[in-house]
């Protein structure tokens, strides 16, 4: 560099030097003397620039322009020295072409490296960090590594000189960065109380070195973060900051109200406690209280994601959709998770006695999240964490109800007692006609009268009725209920019946016939039920389910558990129950032959109500039986109108 180099500021045209005629050795010739000319020019500009620190040196020279002129004389060439009869010409010929090419790069870091500083005292970070961006691609081009095409000292100073404005730059727009936004939270003594005040305060200016203040745009630091891939790190910690002093304090306590100042250049947001000197509120309904409390934190949550959205990323460019997103997938998971613990978690109660309070809260939930896909920090197709817990939570509660459900059952069939009590179709909800409905004679034929819909009178335990009715209950329940929640609810007295099943027939433990003809009642009682209770209550379900939606297949499971309590009595039992079964006979067949003989006269009336007392007028459990066989009996002598129904 102590070398005098030949001046290439008067340095004349490449096609003005030689007068004679061109061949393919005297361009070659020129075109050598020319890089090399070019070569220590530029050298010695980058060495006065980061070496000696001369920062203007040649700033007025146009050795840009006279590389271009040569690398287009260079490209104009390049095909009649492609197709050279003479090797080594057009060998030397390509490596002056690289030469030349590598010569216009560091003159374009060199360029881009002094327009950086000069953004950069501007206070024009953006284009600051575009330039030093731009410049270390291009010291990423291996060709620089060359020795034989360039100066290995000329190449490692730039990379020193790309570093360091590469980390003055990075120290400089994080240090304006932190300096335009300022955080502060601190708790004051508010009579008995303590008061929280958290505030966020913008700034749209630094303060310079001499005291003055700079003029300093966020979209012009933000694209700066951006281009020097700081942006992340700065996001996730203005989204620590943001969560820290404004929203989980927001979301924790529902007395703190934010209000915004905007004074000159500094814009204020102040989130403070609104509840000190107000008159305390009266009880209000659950509804309303939900309704209150959700709105004001709405409404709150939207003037701060406003404010800062507005004043941080306002007027950023192309990225501001991506940078969003970005700081979004940052706050909406803590966000979301402190909203449910603290909001939604806090009304899961007043969810399982109110349905109103579930559909405000699912619509409250539906709102926070569509305001935040508006706001832009999360995506349009993002899934809805808090609709999914107020469903959830809904689905909780049935499910709680479901095993109160099973569990009441289970109470209701273990408790102690032989209490009994009879039933009959007019008292009963169940069978054709309940007991809301007209019963008039005119619809009481005899054919309805033997239908299947139609509850003979009978004795049955309290405990089967009370268990019935707890069955109606919660089907009466599934009205109005989400159909998830009335799909949970019907399955789940489906198992309840399916408990009976199991449970009744362990109360005999030494079965006698007095009980076992209750159980068989009992039994039958719910049968009846189950009969009409699906049609009943199907328009409660989803219509995919209603067509399969009945009870009529427990049916059978209930007649078959009266058919194991009768035969699972030992064989004394059962001996005993025919010897006295045959003796109630012998007081029954004397009428019957009455009754065979004037079958169609006054005696034949006369024998049949007699047979009747016979078997009913024993109170004891083969009494009971013996009403079976009195009906057999009754049905296989009966003729026509003379029916008088044994």
Same mark, same amino acid.
């Given at each position: 560099?102590?070398?005098?180099?030949?001046?290439?500021?008067?340095?004349?045209?490449?096609?003005?030097?030689?007068?004679?005629?061109?061949?393919?050795?005297?361009?070659?010739?020129?075109?050598?003397?020319?890089?090399?000319?070019?070569?220590?020019?530029?050298?010695?500009?980058?060495?006065?620039?980061?070496?000696?620190?001369? &920062?203007?040196?040649?700033?007025?020279?146009?050795?840009?322009?006279?590389?271009?002129?040569?690398?287009?004389?260079?490209?104009?060439?390049?095909?009649?020295?492609?197709?050279?009869?003479?090797?080594?010409?057009?060998?030397?010929?390509?490596?002056?072409?690289?030469?030349?090419?590598?010569?216009?790069?560091?003159?374009?870091?060199?360029?881009k490296?002094?327009?950086?500083?000069?953004?950069?005292?501007?206070?024009?970070?953006?284009?600051?960090?575009? /330039?030093?961006?731009?410049?270390?691609?291009?010291?990423?081009?291996?060709?620089?590594?060359?020795? /034989?095409?360039?100066?290995?000292?000329?190449?490692?100073?730039?990379?020193?000189?790309?570093?360091?404005?590469?980390?003055?730059?990075?120290?400089?727009?994080l240090?304006a960065?932190?300096?335009?936004?300022?955080?502060?939270?601190?708790? =004051?003594?508010?009579?008995?109380?303590?008061?929280?005040?958290?505030?966020?305060?913008?700034?749209?200016?630094?303060?310079?070195?001499?005291?003055?203040?700079?003029?300093?745009?966020?979209?012009? &630091?933000?694209?700066?973060?951006?281009?020097?891939?700081?942006?992340?790190?700065?996001?996730?910690?203005?989204?620590?900051?943001?969560?820290?002093?404004?929203?989980?304090?927001?979301?924790?306590?529902?007395?703190l109200?934010?209000?915004?100042?905007?004074?000159?250049?500094?814009?204020?947001?102040?989130?403070?406690?609104?509840?000190?000197?107000?008159?305390?509120?009266?009880?209000?309904?659950?509804?309303?209280?939900?309704?209150?409390?959700?709105?004001?934190? /709405?409404?709150?949550?939207?003037?701060?994601?406003?404010?800062?959205?507005?004043?941080?990323?306002?007027?950023?460019?192309?990225?501001? =959709?991506?940078?969003?997103?970005?700081?979004?997938?940052?706050?909406?998971?803590?966000?979301?998770?402190?909203?449910?613990?603290?909001?939604?978690?806090?009304?899961?109660?007043?969810?399982?006695?109110?349905?109103?309070?579930?559909?405000?809260a699912?619509?409250?939930?539906?709102?926070?999240?569509?305001?935040?896909?508006?706001?832009?920090?999360?995506?349009?197709?993002?899934?809805?964490?808090?609709s999914?817990?107020?469903?959830?939570?809904?689905?909780?509660?049935?499910?709680?109800?479901?095993?109160?459900?099973?569990? =009441?059952?289970?109470?209701?069939?273990?408790?102690?007692?032989?209490n009994?009590?009879?039933?009959?179709?007019?008292?009963?909800?169940?069978?054709?006609?309940?007991?809301?409905?007209?019963?008039?004679?005119?619809?009481?034929?005899?054919?309805?009268?033997?239908?299947?819909?139609?509850l003979?009178?009978?004795?049955?335990?309290?405990?089967?009725?009370?268990? &019935?009715?707890l069955?109606?209950?919660?089907?009466?329940?599934?009205k109005g209920?989400?159909?998830?929640?009335?799909?949970?609810?019907?399955?789940?007295?489906?198992?309840?019946?399916?408990?009976?099943?199991?449970?009744?027939?362990?109360?005999?433990?030494?079965?006698?016939?007095?009980?076992?003809?209750?159980?068989?009642?009992?039994?039958?009682?719910?049968?009846?039920?189950?009969?009409?209770?699906?049609?009943?209550?199907?328009?409660?379900?989803?219509?995919?389910?209603?067509?399969?939606?009945?009870?009529?297949?427990?049916?059978?499971?209930?007649?078959?558990?009266?058919?194991?309590?009768?035969?699972?009595?030992?064989?004394?039992?059962?001996?005993r129950?025919?010897?006295?079964?045959s =003796?109630?006979?012998?007081?029954?067949?004397?009428?019957? /032959?009455?009754?065979?003989?004037?079958?169609?006269?006054?005696?034949?009336?006369?024998?049949?109500?007699?047979t009747?007392?016979?078997?009913?007028?024993?109170?004891?459990?083969?009494?009971?039986?013996?009403?079976?066989?009195?009906?057999?009996?009754?049905?296989?002598?009966?003729?026509?109108p003379?029916?008088?129904?044994?």
């Amino acid at each position: 560099f102590n070398s005098q180099p030949i001046s290439v500021f008067t340095m004349p045209p490449l096609m003005e030097r030689n007068q004679g005629p061109e061949t393919p050795e005297t361009i070659v010739c020129g075109l050598t003397q020319s890089i090399d000319e070019l070569r220590g020019s530029l050298y010695e500009r980058v060495h006065k620039h980061f070496a000696e620190f001369i &920062v203007d040196y040649g700033l007025s020279s146009d050795i840009s322009s006279q590389l271009m002129h040569v690398q287009r004389r260079v490209d104009s060439l390049s095909e009649e020295f492609s197709g050279l009869e003479i090797p080594s010409l057009a060998t030397q010929f390509h490596s002056q072409s690289e030469s030349l090419a590598v010569l216009c790069c560091i003159c374009e870091i060199d360029d881009k490296l002094v327009e950086s500083d000069e953004h950069f005292g501007s206070g024009n970070y953006k284009d600051a960090a575009a /330039k030093v961006a731009e410049a270390g691609e291009l010291l990423a081009n291996p060709k620089l590594l060359q020795k /034989k095409l360039c100066d290995h000292q000329i190449v490692r100073l730039l990379k020193d000189e790309h570093r360091i404005k590469l980390a003055a730059l990075q120290s400089s727009t994080l240090d304006a960065w932190r300096k335009l936004i300022i955080w502060q939270t601190h708790e =004051k003594q508010a009579g008995a109380g303590t008061g929280h005040i958290s505030l966020v305060q913008i700034l749209s200016y630094v303060e310079a070195s001499a005291g003055a203040q700079v003029d300093v745009q966020f979209d012009n &630091v933000l694209s700066s973060l951006h281009t020097l891939g700081l942006l992340e790190t700065e996001l996730e910690h203005a989204s620590e900051m943001l969560l820290q002093h404004l929203l989980l304090p927001l979301v924790k306590n529902a007395t703190l109200k934010p209000s915004i100042k905007h004074v000159g250049r500094e814009h204020t947001l102040t989130l403070a406690d609104a509840s000190s000197g107000q008159p305390k509120r009266k009880s209000r309904s659950h509804l309303k209280l939900v309704q209150e409390t959700l709105d004001s934190f /709405k409404d709150s949550l939207h003037m701060i994601l406003s404010f800062v959205i507005d004043r941080l990323f306002g007027r950023m460019g192309e990225p501001r =959709k991506e940078t969003l997103l970005s700081f979004g997938s940052k706050v909406h998971p803590q966000l979301t998770a402190a909203i449910i613990e603290h909001q939604l978690a806090r009304i899961i109660p007043m969810i399982a006695e109110k349905e109103a309070v579930r559909d405000y809260a699912m619509a409250a939930a539906t709102a926070l999240e569509t305001d935040l896909q508006t706001q832009g920090l999360i995506p349009e197709a993002h899934e809805s964490a808090l609709s999914r817990y107020v469903q959830e939570a809904s689905v909780a509660n049935t499910n709680r109800k479901r095993q109160l459900l099973l569990v =009441k059952a289970r109470d209701i069939l273990l408790a102690r007692g032989n209490n009994t009590l009879e039933v009959e179709h007019a008292t009963e909800r169940g069978g054709l006609f309940p007991k809301t409905e007209r019963t008039a004679s005119e619809y009481d034929t005899p054919e309805l009268r033997e239908s299947i819909y139609r509850l003979p009178s009978c004795q049955i335990s309290t405990s089967t009725r009370e268990f &019935v009715d707890l069955i109606y209950t919660n089907l009466d329940d599934m009205k109005g209920m989400a159909h998830r929640e009335a799909v949970e609810l019907f399955y789940g007295v489906r198992d309840v019946l399916d408990l009976f099943r199991s449970i009744a027939p362990t109360k005999l433990k030494k079965p006698d016939p007095y009980h076992s003809a209750i159980l068989h009642n009992d039994c039958f009682y719910i049968a009846h039920h189950l009969l009409c209770l699906g049609y009943r209550y199907k328009a409660s379900l989803p219509e995919d389910l209603q067509a399969i939606a009945t009870f009529v297949d427990l049916v059978c499971v209930c007649a078959c558990r009266t058919w194991f309590c009768s035969t699972r009595e030992n064989t004394a039992m059962r001996t005993r129950l025919f010897m006295k079964t045959s =003796k109630a006979l012998l007081l029954v067949v004397p009428w019957l /032959k009455v009754f065979v003989r004037f079958r169609n006269g006054a005696y034949s009336i006369l024998a049949l109500q007699t047979t009747r007392l016979c078997l009913c007028v024993r109170t004891d459990s083969f009494g009971i039986l013996l009403c079976g066989i009195g009906t057999g009996i009754s049905s296989a002598w009966r003729t026509g109108p003379h029916d008088h129904g044994c």
